[in-house]
């Protein structure tokens, strides 16, 4: 989303100016250079929890939780109180200083808990919902309550402007290759000529939105979106993990093998993870731009293997 505010100021004329809370600000800019030198980006060092806003502002987003599965693994109290704490310090301090401004909060399909087999795509109404008596489910459920408390804060006051993004799974540029995201490791090992190698057995259904296409979606949601009410972003072009490592096997150059640990029970039907995002493309008139095709081909561009 930072990347897109510098190619807005520089590439479309626009004067857009944002602060950006980091809890490690010289860290962010040894990573990202171009983005941290832009005149028009002011970075602030704080915690999420505990930081306080100056000034007004035209809208705030707010994505500061780290989408962990070693914190949440590890110390699931921290996330369940990053998430929760957080979010009730940013509405507070917004309502002492702004009041009437759109907040954008990122949350995740996570809060739907296990999609059942049957249903094809997971839509904003379905009312399922994680374990609570697990710990492993201290972000899903940190994710609930902090739209609960979205919900809450809009109620007492009409001004603020909550809307609620539930992300899914992404592609593109920035993608973490080492993390938990199976799309960031198969795109990993083909840079290191392969094999691909896939842990399970291939058969989980997923989605992937390219991530030039995710921050139009949220930029969109800020500004456009309906207060309230939660949208579901990401693809709902569906397709297994097998299919997915192969896709990416084919775009690398050289192409590379796949190995599949796994063998599929045919008598179990295949997990999914694949959101209905009918709501925000109708409301916001926003389809993906970039099909999976074309976003594999150019993250592993971006990761230097070219087609």
């Not at 993990?241 to 050289?254: D, K, N, T």
Request: aromatic share 8%; charged share 20%; with cysteine.
């Amino acid at each position: 989303m930072l990347r897109a505010i510098v190619y807005a100021n520089e590439r479309l004329g626009t004067n857009i100016q944002a602060d950006v809370l980091s809890r490690d600000p010289e860290a962010f800019k040894l990573r990202e250079p171009t983005i941290a030198s832009h005149s028009r980006l002011r970075f602030v060092r704080g915690q999420i929890t505990d930081s306080r806003l100056e000034g007004a502002y035209d809208g705030v987003v707010h994505a500061a939780t780290e989408a962990s599965a070693s914190l949440n693994d590890t110390r699931p109290d921290v996330m369940l109180q990053t998430i929760v704490d957080g979010t009730r310090n940013l509405i507070g301090t917004i309502i002492e200083s702004s009041g009437a401004i759109p907040v954008l909060f990122t949350s995740s399909g996570a809060v739907y808990g296990p999609q059942p087999p049957e249903m094809t795509h997971l839509p904003e109404t379905y009312p399922g919902a994680p374990d609570c008596t697990r710990p492993a489910s201290a972000y899903a459920e940190g994710k609930r309550a902090a739209e609960l408390l979205c919900a809450c804060y809009h109620a007492r006051h009409p001004a603020l402007e909550p809307l609620i993004a539930r992300c899914f799974a992404f592609i593109g540029p920035i993608l973490p290759l080492d993390a938990h995201f199976a799309a960031g490791n198969f795109i990993r090992d083909a840079l290191r000529g392969g094999p691909i190698r896939i842990a399970g057995d291939g058969a989980p259904f997923r989605s992937y939105l390219y991530a030039a296409d995710l921050a139009v979606w949220l930029w969109h949601l800020l500004f456009r979106g309906e207060p309230g009410v939660a949208c579901n972003v990401g693809s709902d072009a569906a397709l297994d993990i097998e299919s997915l490592a192969r896709l990416v096997a084919r775009h690398a150059r050289p192409p590379c093998e796949v190995t599949i640990a796994g063998s599929r029970d045919p008598a179990l039907p295949p997990p999914r993870y694949v959101p209905d995002v009918t709501r925000i493309t109708r409301a916001l008139d926003l389809p993906p731009f970039i099909g999976l095709e074309e976003a594999v081909s150019r993250t592993l561009a971006f990761y230097g293997s070219t087609e």
